[in-house]
T-cell receptor, first 109, second 113 residues
């Protein structure tokens, strides 16, 4: 089983739609969780950290479910500029960040 | 503010040639530094990390090496490139937050022919 698993997509959604990504992780001792965004042929950039109580940043909401070992990212009112690959990242007990392979989102006009 | 830069951005090298990618960080001291590789259609693979000058930990066996000659400088090298070394190489440093998120350089795209 992979340490961090994501649905690779692609998710094709119209502008204005709400889309949700899920990610599961295998190590129950994982400490920190993040979502990164990666545009085509660019470096990953931190989108948001994921806190135990859940957190929101504008149109983006991240949630953590420790019991089921998954994290989620919800994007409301999708924009064309949201098209990118979204990487789920987990910091394990060894303090190293483990990256998922990413979920590709394509927002259509 | 903290910034990170790496170069070159793109390179095409023949099999068997040497490689040197360089990364520098500004605005912070004693950062944790990392080299990742992202192969086409695959996730980021941690290659090396460093917690201080001259301290390098290797994550996977390969024909690559890393060095940290100065506090904010991290170099990825190879004496003889293989076809399988092609990929997108990313340098990163840890932020000062206790959660330890990473911030990446712009990346170096290597094609070995």
């Amino acid at each position: 089983r992979k340490e961090v698993e994501q649905d690779p997509g692609p998710f094709n959604v119209p502008e204005g739609a709400t889309v949700a990504f899920n990610c599961t992780y295998s190590n129950s001792a994982s400490q920190s969780f993040f979502w990164y965004r990666q545009d085509c042929r660019k470096e990953p950039k931190l989108l948001m950290s994921v806190y135990s109580s859940g957190n929101e940043d504008g149109r983006f909401t991240a949630q953590l479910n420790r019991a089921s070992q998954y994290i989620s990212l919800l994007i409301r009112d999708s924009k064309l500029s949201d098209s990118a690959t979204y990487l789920c990242v987990v910091k394990g007990a060894t303090n190293k960040l483990i990256f998922g392979t990413g979920t590709l989102l394509a927002v259509q006009p | 503010s903290q910034t990170i830069h790496q170069w070159p951005a793109t390179l095409v090298q023949p099999v068997g040639s040497p490689l040197s990618l360089e990364c520098t960080v500004e605005g912070t001291s004693n950062p944790n530094l990392y080299w990742y590789r992202q192969a086409a259609g695959r996730g980021l693979q941690l290659l090396f990390y460093s917690v201080g000058i001259g301290q390098i930990s290797s994550e996977v066996p390969q024909n690559l090496s890393a060095s940290r000659p100065q506090d904010r400088q991290f170099i990825l090298s190879s004496k003889k490139l293989l076809l399988s070394d092609s990929g997108f190489y990313l340098c990163a440093f840890s932020g000062t937050s206790v959660t330890g998120e990473l911030f990446f350089g712009e990346g170096s795209r290597l094609t070995v022919l």
